[in-house]
């Protein structure tokens, strides 16, 4: 029997904004639909810049 398990993606200080939060596609294509899917779930704008371009310290587990 398989079971599949949702990718789970926690920014850093996503626990101020409800993360770590289900990423229920099976893969993230690029970090401009991450940014997007961030920025719907409540991560702020200010915080997803501190990133940079490529999202860095964002957290990643389980999936497919």
Known sequence: ???KSALMVDPPSGWRYG???PYFK???ANTDELAVWLLDNGYPQKELASLGEELRGIRFWGGD
Do not use: Q, R
């Open 1 to 3: 029997m398989s079971t």
């Open 19 to 21: 993360f770590p939060k």
């Open 26 to 28: 099976s893969k993230i």
